[in-house]
């Protein structure tokens, strides 16, 4: 399957994607009783192959990601992934916590909940912008191996994905992590289509 995205698409997605981490970052400011920032600085289109290299690379071989199935006019799944040193940062400068060590459970219930608001953010305000009909499941957190985390059942080899790059800013502290939204099968023509309604209306 072929990116086909131009990069005024990219430019157009990446704003919005910004719009929603701003939201994400007012809901997360009051979790937190802190000021917290979140942007997208870039976005890149890539193959499934492509993903797992960056990612590893960049966020090693061990991560924490938080998923969400997005089901309607296109058929996606994002990941909202962090190397799991990172996300054991957030956790706890967010619920004020210091335990050491892996996730505890109640950690992992924080992590799920801050990649709830996140991947809702993100979800939300791209199909309040290009409008559509769409489910989105519940979150579901995991940590293990960053090429098994993007083995979502559905997807395979070849299919398209969105890396968002974020920067989560929290208590002076910069924290880099990426949302990862593998679009499904034929989704990719239905996904370009909606964007391309929407810059026509500008």
Known sequence: MSISLTEFEKDALTEIF???????????????????TLAVPSLAVVTYEEAVSILTKTAGEKVCSVT????????ADAILIFPENNS???VRLMVGDAYPGDLTEMEEEALTEIGNIILNACFGTLINIIGGDFDISLPSARTGACVHILEIEGNKSGEIVMLLYIDFILKNRTI???????????????????????????
């Open 18 to 36: 910004n719009i929603g981490m701003g939201r994400a970052a007012n809901s997360l400011s009051q979790m937190a009783n802190d000021e917290i």
């Open 68 to 75: 969400q199935r997005l089901i309607g006019d296109f058929n």
């Open 88 to 90: 054991l940062s957030i």
């Open 176 to 202: 880099y992590g990426h949302v990862a939204i593998l679009l499904e099968g034929d989704s990719m023509p239905n996904f370009i289509r909606k964007i391309q309604e929407f810059l026509a209306t500008l």
